[in-house]
Nanobody, 118 residues
Framework: QVQLVESGGGLVQPGGSLRLSCAFS????????MAWYRQAPGNQREFVAS???????NYATNRRGRFTISRDSTKYMVYLQMNSLKPEDTAIYSC????????????WGQGTQVTVSS
């Protein structure tokens, strides 16, 4: 069974940076598209970014280049570098995995809280 565990969340001031990490456990890391989603209280879950094993990336249009997703095939890790953070970035950030043969992100981590406030 594939499992995902996020870390790196916390409290940061507006304009600051955070680097989120997602640890992938299981087999065939290279057969999964990895993604980050986020959800704030009262809001629907929204897509943030995704990356394939071939390092093709996709970003939500409202991220404006502030976020960068990456993966390490040796360490089975996925990262989300977040810069120039704004209060509206406050949310629970979750890592997700989609097998290349599946149309859905079927594996999710427990989430890590990101709070942007002065």
């Amino acid at each position: 069974q594939v499992q995902l565990v996020e870390s790196g969340g916390g409290l940061v001031q507006p304009g600051g940076s955070l680097r989120l990490s997602c640890a992938f456990s299981g087999s065939n890391f290279g057969s999964y598209v990895m993604a980050w989603y986020r959800q704030a209280p009262g809001n629907q879950r929204e897509f943030v970014a995704s990356i394939t094993s071939g390092s093709y990336t996709n970003y939500a249009t409202n991220r404006r280049g502030r976020f960068t997703i990456s993966r390490d095939s040796t360490k089975y890790m996925v990262y989300l570098q977040m810069n120039s953070l704004k209060p509206e970035d406050t949310a629970i950030y979750s890592c997700a995995a989609r097998h290349i043969l599946s149309a859905q992100y079927s594996v999710w981590g427990q989430g890590t809280q990101v709070t942007v406030s002065s």
